[in-house]
């Protein structure tokens, strides 16, 4: 069993930024976020493999958001800029033991670990 423990999140006005930062109990494979707002399902927004070799983002979060990972400390991290009203919501960090790819990386089912979200709220 892998228990993951997020942090950061809060609050920002358009056009800034934050944080999150997610720490595994073991090392795992990939390490995504998934977001979701009420009344919508969950969606991807980032994963990345262990090395940090093999990473996909959403199209909409593409060159404003960068995850990154650190096999010694076994967090993955999402540095979030830019943010406007649509990126507002509750985050939740994922791990699996699997290699992903490109087709499945967002999908829920691919991942066996979920952290208990951390709010992401952005104010315009």
């Known amino acids: 069993q892998v228990q993951l423990v997020e942090s950061g999140g809060g609050s920002v006005q358009a056009g800034g930024s934050l944080r999150l930062s997610c720490a595994a109990s073991?090392?795992?494979?990939?390490m995504g976020w998934f977001r979701q707002t009420p009344g919508k399902e969950r969606e991807g927004v980032a994963s990345?493999?262990?090395?940090?070799?093999?990473?996909f983002y959403a199209d909409s979060v593409k060159g404003r958001f960068t995850i990154s990972r650190d096999k010694t400390t076994n967090t993955v991290t999402l540095q979030m800029s830019s943010l406007n009203a649509n990126d507002t919501g509750m985050y939740y960090c994922?791990?699996?033991?699997?290699?992903?790819?490109?087709?499945?990386?967002?999908?829920?089912?691919?991942?066996?670990?979920w952290g208990q979200g951390t709010q992401v709220t952005v104010s315009s």
């Open positions: 990345s493999s262990a090395g940090g070799g093999f990473k």
């Open positions: 994922a791990a699996t033991l699997r290699r992903l790819y490109d087709y499945n990386w967002s999908q829920i089912s691919a991942y066996e670990y």
């Open positions: 073991k090392a795992t494979n990939f």
